[in-house]
């Protein structure tokens, strides 16, 4: 039974920071992408940050405009964990945020079908 856990969310006030953490249990972590979505309140599930780790290409990321150069997704396969650190937090980027697993390939931006294993989420509230 596949698990994926979240922790690290809360409040926090404009500007500052937070790490995200997602813990898998029940596949093989190393062989499958991990993606955060968010969802705030009367909106969509959109895509934040994914991240995949081969043995021959290495590390690759993705990230939506709307958090790029200030959310950094990262891994770690010895621990079956994916992080989100977020910095420069804007109240727009108040929501749920989800964990979320992907079998085979990684080539840019997720969506919410790609997924195979999604997380309970962990609630990130930032004040202005």
């Known amino acids: 039974q596949v698990q994926l856990v979240e922790s690290g969310g809360g409040l926090v006030q404009a500007g500052g920071s937070l790490r995200l953490s997602c813990t898998a249990s029940g596949l093989t972590f190393s062989n499958y992408a991990m993606g955060w979505f968010r969802q705030a309140p009367g909106k969509e599930r959109e895509f934040v940050a994914a991240?995949?780790?081969?043995?021959?290409?290495?590390?690759?990321?993705f990230y939506a405009d709307s958090v790029k150069g200030r959310f950094t997704i990262s891994r770690d396969n010895a621990k079956n964990t994916v992080y989100l650190q977020m910095d420069t937090l804007k109240p727009e980027d108040t929501a749920v945020y989800y964990c979320?697993?992907?079998?085979?390939?990684?080539?840019?931006?997720?969506?919410?079908?790609?997924?195979?294993?999604w997380g309970k989420g962990t609630l990130v509230t930032v004040s202005s």
């Open positions: 991240i995949k780790w081969s043995a021959w290409s290495g590390i690759s990321t």
């Open positions: 979320a697993a992907k079998s085979g390939p990684l080539r840019g931006a997720l969506t919410t079908n790609d997924m195979d294993y």
